[in-house]
């Protein structure tokens, strides 16, 4: 993921009239072409990413959100909108006010 977001930008302004599925496998090829040791310094990225996103948010637990969860967040954008209340919205333009 480290490897493939960098690389993503350069190949996609490099072939710019190419959808999003093409350059995933040129990129995919490209990764398979590298050496173990040119790709160990990405995996290695990759795990202090991970420990970093542990430290930070050490009760953290991945859950995928139901169409009832969807349809609960749609519900609360449109009240808020209707309201004129914004969302508080991080960097990422995730949302950072989730109870």
Known sequence: MCWSSVHRRKYAQAHPHLPNTE???????????M???EKQ??????????Q??????????????GKADEKRERRERRKLKRLG????????????DYT
């Open 52 to 65: 970093a996103h542990k430290a930070a948010y050490p009760n953290y637990s991945y859950a995928k959100w």
């Open 23 to 33: 350059i995933t496998k040129l990129l995919s090829a490209a990764w398979h072409k």
């Open 35 to 37: 050496s173990d040791g």
């Open 85 to 96: 209340i914004a969302p508080t919205v991080g960097e990422c333009g995730l949302r950072l």
């Open 41 to 50: 310094r990405f995996y290695d990225e990759s795990n202090l990413l991970q």
